[in-house]
């Protein structure tokens, strides 16, 4: 008696096999290191874009709160636009929380 495998179920099986073999290989390799100086560099950055950005927020909340003295429609946009860019650090840090990268959240520096 005679066992014929047709040829879609062995590229099935070799299409199976290689991938749980490529998933136990990710596992197992190493993961990169970033150097401590390039990560305080990234620290140090962001510290400055943080303040650029509070900076540039705030005076957009105030050309939106004159705009708005003025009675123009559009200076309501121009203060959320304002708070938004003022607090981009809290907003993304507390996206990287919620969806569990906490570990990828850098902490600026001053």
Known sequence: MKIRVSKPTVGVLLIAHLLTQSANAAVTLPLAQIPAEVKTGFQ???????MVGFIWGVINIWGGAEK???GDAEGKMGIVSGIIIAGAAAIMSALFYIF?????????EF
């Not at 140090?44 to 943080?50: D, E, K, V």
């Not at 569990?100 to 600026?108: D, E, H, K, V, Y």
């Open 44 to 50: 140090y950055g962001l510290g400055i874009l943080f």
């Open 100 to 108: 569990g990268l906490s570990g990828g959240a850098l902490t600026p």
């Open 68 to 70: 708005m003295k003025r």
